[in-house]
């Protein structure tokens, strides 16, 4: 039962453009939602992260957007960089349990 | 402050055979954690700890063991070591839940032959 998940494995966009990754899930009872950035060779870093009771948080060139209707949050980056380029994972937790992750999106922002 | 560290970085098993992987955190942290990543797909749990002397099983515990008899390290036991078990390992580590940060180690590539 694969409670988040991340419908595109990959993603490729202009420098400069927006980069939009999409997350979908299923437990409403999902409380917390978190994105994490994975390069080759290294462990997953945090991201950003959003509560259930907001739609919107912003952290420079990062905007995670939360529709709790649609069970469905996404990613914003505006510009996006080479140096964006990376595995993105999307996460879920209900309060004091613990992370699901998607299976994640290759971001490659070409020059 | 080192974070989260794995030992070793690399490691080429034969079938049967056993290892522990290390992980030590530094950041005083109660919840650790192990997941392996499989080409292609997300984290999946093996095993987690809420604190020293606690453990409990994830998503993919079979043919794994973990002991939790520090705050500080939590190792991960492979038992008769199979092609399946061929992955990055993960480990992790944060304060508490409900949304905070969680910290992972540079990974383990293990490969089974």
């Known amino acids: 039962d694969q409670q988040v998940k991340q419908n595109s494995p990959s993603l490729s966009v202009q420098e400069g453009r927006i980069s939009i990754l999409n997350c979908d899930y299923t437990?409403?009872?999902?409380?917390?939602f978190l994105w994490y950035k994975k390069y080759p060779a290294e462990g997953p870093t945090f991201l950003i992260s959003?509560?259930?009771?907001?739609d919107k948080n912003e952290d420079g060139r990062f905007t995670v957007f939360l529709n709790k209707s649609a069970k469905h949050l996404s990613l914003h980056i505006v510009p996006s960089q080479p140096g964006d380029s990376a595995v993105y994972f999307c996460?879920?937790?209900?309060?004091?349990?613990?992370?699901?992750f998607g299976e994640g999106t290759q971001l490659t922002v070409n020059p | 402050n080192a974070g989260v560290t794995q030992t070793p970085k690399f490691r080429i098993l034969k079938i049967g055979q056993s290892m522990t992987l290390q992980c030590a955190q530094d950041?005083?942290?109660?919840?650790m954690y192990w997941y392996r990543q499989d080409p292609g797909m997300g984290l999946k749990l093996i095993y987690y700890?809420?604190?020293?002397?606690?453990?409990d099983k994830g998503e993919v515990p079979n043919g794994y063991n973990v002991s939790r008899s520090t705050t500080e390290d939590f190792p991960l036991r492979l038992e008769l070591a199979a092609p399946s078990q061929t992955s990055v390992y993960f480990c992790?580590?944060?304060?508490?839940?409900?949304?905070?940060?969680?910290?992972f180690g540079p990974g383990t590539r293990l490969l089974v032959l």
């Open positions: 992790a580590s944060r304060r508490g839940t409900s949304g905070e940060t969680q910290y």
């Open positions: 437990n409403s009872m999902f409380d917390y």
């Open positions: 959003i509560s259930s009771i907001k």
């Open positions: 996460a879920a937790e209900t309060s004091g349990s613990r992370l699901t």
């Open positions: 950041m005083n942290h109660n919840y």
């Open positions: 700890s809420v604190g020293a002397g606690i453990t």
